[in-house]
């Protein structure tokens, strides 16, 4: 738990939102007095003891002023705010999660699903694949291959393992419903992960923004790729989600590996989640208007990559060349060989 003490202590700034203007007042007055006092006089220890009181104040009415924000998008859940930015909710006794072994807890697509059931956004919500990170400051017996290898089995094939907490954990995130984290029965987030989950808004974090030859604040292609897949398996499902910050997309240039990288993981989730993904991609430019499903995308990548992309997930119908060629050989295979030898 060190570490998480250590990130849930930090201030995390980010970009304001003009409908979080209240909380973000009372983070200021909060900020104030986030740093620890030395007491060195019974006088200032009676100041400090007169300000903790203020803080408890200030406190409750923030989460009070936070939950009535999240009532409005119909979540009644109790929020408690652990630090300047920063709260955390508790998973219901009811709620079924994996357990996993003390000191490991749930990242990325696994923390965003609790928090998508938690908030009544989809109470079927689950993960394509599971993160998972190290709370604690060693890996002891080899703990990180195991959970690895039952956990992440593909990501791990990849050189994707067990990842460690580090002190900017919720300041390093790509996008910012994704500055979350589960440890236990609770699950830890950013102020602008809670507000953007239940207003279903993708926004790309300060940290992945760079700045471009124009000195504006950019995102890469790269990134957006996966942006745009999150939104296709939210529409796909019949629920709103948008990507905001356009200025920080409009001019990003998706590489065709990347686009095929993530339409392979949007067949993972179905085909209507890949359907949905090359019309956000055709609509935003990134492919041509004569691409209409995922089919003339799959022949339209495969031409413009300068090497070949193994589809993973992608329907036998989609490679009918290939797949009839499998078959004849798994019928003729043994005359063929006969021939050839």
Same mark, same amino acid.
């Given at each position: 738990?060190?570490?998480?003490?250590?990130?849930?202590?930090?201030?995390?700034?980010?970009?304001?939102?003009?409908?979080?203007?209240?909380?973000?007042?009372l983070?200021?007055?909060?900020?104030?007095?986030?740093?620890?006092?030395?007491?060195?006089?019974?006088?200032?220890?009676?100041?400090?003891?007169?300000?903790?009181?203020?803080?408890?104040s200030?406190?409750?009415?923030?989460?009070?002023?936070l939950?009535?924000?999240?009532?409005?998008?119909?979540?009644?859940?109790?929020i408690?705010?652990?630090?300047?930015?920063?709260?955390?909710?508790?998973?219901?006794?009811?709620? !079924?999660v @994996?357990?996993?072994? /003390?000191?490991?807890?749930?990242i990325?697509?696994?923390?965003?699903?609790? *928090?998508? %059931?938690? +908030?009544n956004?989809?109470?079927?919500?689950?993960?394509?694949?599971?993160?998972i990170?190290?709370?604690?400051?060693?890996?002891?017996f080899?703990?990180?291959?195991?959970?690895?290898?039952?956990?992440?089995?593909?990501?791990y094939l990849?050189?994707?393992?067990?990842?460690?907490?580090?002190?900017?954990y919720?300041?390093?995130?790509?996008?910012?419903?994704?500055?979350?984290?589960?440890?236990?029965?609770?699950?830890?987030?950013?102020?602008?992960?809670?507000?953007?989950?239940?207003?279903r808004?993708?926004?790309?974090?300060?940290?992945?923004?760079?700045?471009?030859?124009?000195?504006?604040?950019?995102?890469?292609?790269?990134?957006?790729?996966?942006?745009?897949?999150?939104?296709?398996?939210?529409?796909?499902?019949?629920?709103?989600?948008?990507? !905001?910050? @356009?200025?920080?997309? /409009?001019?990003?240039?998706i590489?065709?590996?990347?686009?095929?990288?993530? *339409?392979? %993981?949007? +067949?993972?989730?179905?085909?209507?989640?890949?359907?949905?993904?090359i019309?956000?991609?055709?609509s935003?430019?990134?492919?041509?208007?004569?691409?209409?499903?995922p089919?003339?995308?799959?022949?339209?990548?495969?031409?413009?990559?300068?090497?070949?992309?193994?589809?993973?997930?992608?329907?036998?119908?989609?490679?009918?060349?290939?797949?009839?060629?499998?078959?004849m050989?798994?019928?003729?295979?043994?005359?063929?060989?006969?021939?050839?030898?």
């Amino acid at each position: 738990m060190e570490n998480l003490d250590n990130i849930t202590s930090q201030n995390t700034r980010k970009e304001i939102n003009p409908e979080d203007k209240v909380l973000n007042n009372l983070d200021i007055l909060l900020a104030k007095y986030s740093k620890e006092s030395v007491f060195e006089t019974d006088e200032k220890r009676r100041k400090i003891t007169s300000v903790d009181e203020s803080i408890k104040s200030i406190g409750t009415e923030y989460e009070k002023t936070l939950k009535r924000v999240l009532e409005r998008y119909g979540c009644d859940v109790d929020i408690e705010k652990i630090g300047n930015g920063l709260f955390r909710v508790q998973m219901p006794h009811d709620y !079924v999660v @994996k357990k996993i072994p /003390e000191g490991y807890g749930y990242i990325g697509g696994a923390a965003r699903s609790v *928090l998508n %059931r938690i +908030f009544n956004i989809d109470e079927m919500s689950t993960p394509r694949d599971v993160d998972i990170v190290r709370i604690i400051n060693k890996d002891i017996f080899g703990m990180d291959v195991k959970m690895a290898t039952e956990y992440s089995a593909e990501d791990y094939l990849h050189g994707h393992g067990v990842q460690e907490l580090d002190q900017d954990y919720f300041k390093n995130r790509d996008f910012t419903i994704n500055e979350c984290l589960v440890y236990g029965d609770w699950v830890y987030m950013t102020k602008e992960c809670l507000l953007d989950t239940v207003r279903r808004i993708l926004r790309f974090t300060q940290y992945e923004k760079r700045y471009s030859d124009e000195s504006q604040m950019r995102v890469d292609g790269k990134l957006l790729s996966k942006a745009v897949r999150l939104v296709s398996e939210e529409i796909a499902q019949g629920r709103k989600m948008e990507i !905001v910050d @356009k200025e920080a997309y /409009e001019f990003a240039n998706i590489k065709p590996f990347f686009i095929a990288l993530h *339409l392979d %993981r949007a +067949f993972s989730r179905g085909d209507d989640v890949a359907a949905q993904y090359i019309s956000e991609l055709v609509s935003l430019g990134q492919l041509p208007d004569w691409i209409k499903d995922p089919n003339d995308a799959i022949d339209y990548l495969l031409e413009s990559m300068q090497r070949p992309y193994v589809f993973q997930f992608a329907p036998k119908e989609v490679f009918k060349i290939d797949y009839e060629i499998d078959e004849m050989y798994r019928k003729f295979g043994h005359i063929i060989e006969k021939y050839e030898n």
